[in-house]
Structures are given as structure tokens and as C-alpha cells.
């Protein structure tokens, strides 16, 4: 499965660890983050925003299996693109958009 980053929290890491590190870097060690650090923002699927969405319930439900072994929930689906999920997840699996927020409960 596909990872989405924030990229702007990304580099703002980058550059805490290299001004933590700074004295014991060498130059080419530091030329080769920086150009590392270029090609992410260049990239053309950068998105300095990751959208924001929330879980929501669709009403419809889930099960499986019998007996003992039976599970169930519903079905959430992503406010954004409509994707369905059997659970919350931290992102959706089609869009990417970032779940980890204030969720509808
Ligand atoms: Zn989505």
C-alpha cells in the first residue's frame, strides 16, 4: 500500500535532526539531505496540504463468520471520496486523505 507523508512536517524533521547533529555532519552529508530534500518538493505529486477528512458511518453493517467467531461493525466511509472501509484507518486507502483528526462520533 501506498505511504503519504506530510511533506512539510517531513522537512521540518529533516532540518531538527541535521541543526541537532550539526557540528559532527560532514558537507557532503549535508549537500546530499538538501538535494534529497529538493527533489521531494519538486516532485510533482507534492502536496504541501494533505486533505483533512473524517470517517463516516454509513449505516450499512458488516458480519462474519458464526457462532463464537462471529464478528461485526459497520461500514465507514471517507467524507471526501466516498471510499467504504470496514474500519476507521489513519488514512484513506484511496484518496490519502489524513484521518487522524477530530473524527464524527
Ligand atoms: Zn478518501
Redesign the pocket.
Known amino acids: 500500500m501506498d505511504k503519504q507523508i506530510d511533506l512539510n512536517s517531513f522537512i521540518e524533521r529533516v532540518n531538527i535532526v541535521i541543526g541537532f547533529a550539526d557540528g559532527d555532519l560532514s558537507e557532503d552529508f549535508k549537500n546530499g539531505v538538501e538535494f534529497a530534500v529538493d527533489m521531494m518538493k519538486s516532485h510533482p505529486q507534492a502536496d504541501p496540504k494533505i486533505r483533512k ?1 473524517i470517517w463516516k458511518e454509513t449505516g450499512e453493517y458488516w458480519s462474519e463468520g458464526c457462532g463464537m467467531g462471529e464478528s461485526y461493525g459497520c461500514y465507514y466511509a ?6 467504504i472501509m470496514r474500519y476507521k484507518t489513519p488514512f ?6 489524513d484521518m487522524r483528526g477530530e473524527q464524527d462520533e
Not at 471517507?78 to 471510499?83: P, R, S
Not at 484513506?92 to 486523505?97: F, K, L, T, Y
Request: proline share 0%.
Open positions: 477528512g471517507c467524507n471526501l471520496c466516498g471510499y484513506c486507502s484511496n484518496c490519502g486523505a
